[in-house]
């Protein structure tokens, strides 16, 4: 309760609070995912060549059965409305909004010394229909949650080689973008 309650705190956009958390322990509804994200897996990797499908073949990439609950955090579009403060001219500040809780959950499970896996090889007309999302509701995110024996400093994406984290001066811009890197006096 702790992490959904720093998820649930999160800032966001016209305090419209746009997300609910839908939590997953059911076996069966577990393992439809897990297949579901198998076939998703596989159709990616058809996209690969060479070294790289090997590199992907090799990276675990969910726990969806292994870890002790899934939280699928989803973002309603008409949660505050009519008149969402602050969404009127950024239409995507909900959505926005709703990562921010992913993040602040993420930050409480590092806290409580838990991993997270954010799962993304699915499709979410199928999970919405697997968890009786109702429409107009959009799944973002199903992260797979539980302890760890510890926490890795590197993520394993990187760690095993997929890509390499850019450095913070090459995402940064002064006054414009595409400007000359350089640190204000």
Known sequence: MRVLAAAHAAPS????QPWDFVLVTDGQIRRSFWEHVQHERERFAVTLDGERAERFASIKIDGVLESSVGIV?????S????GVLGRHSI???GLYSTCLAIQNLWLACTVEDWG???VSFYREPFLADLLGIPEGVRPVAWLCVGPVTHLESVPDLERHGWRNRRPLEAALHWDGWGSAVHRPG
């Open 73 to 77: 955090v989803t973002y309603d579009s």
């Open 79 to 82: 949660r505050g409305a009519p």
């Open 116 to 118: 997270v896996g954010w």
């Open 91 to 93: 239409a995507d500040a």
């Open 13 to 16: 956009v016209g305090m419209s």
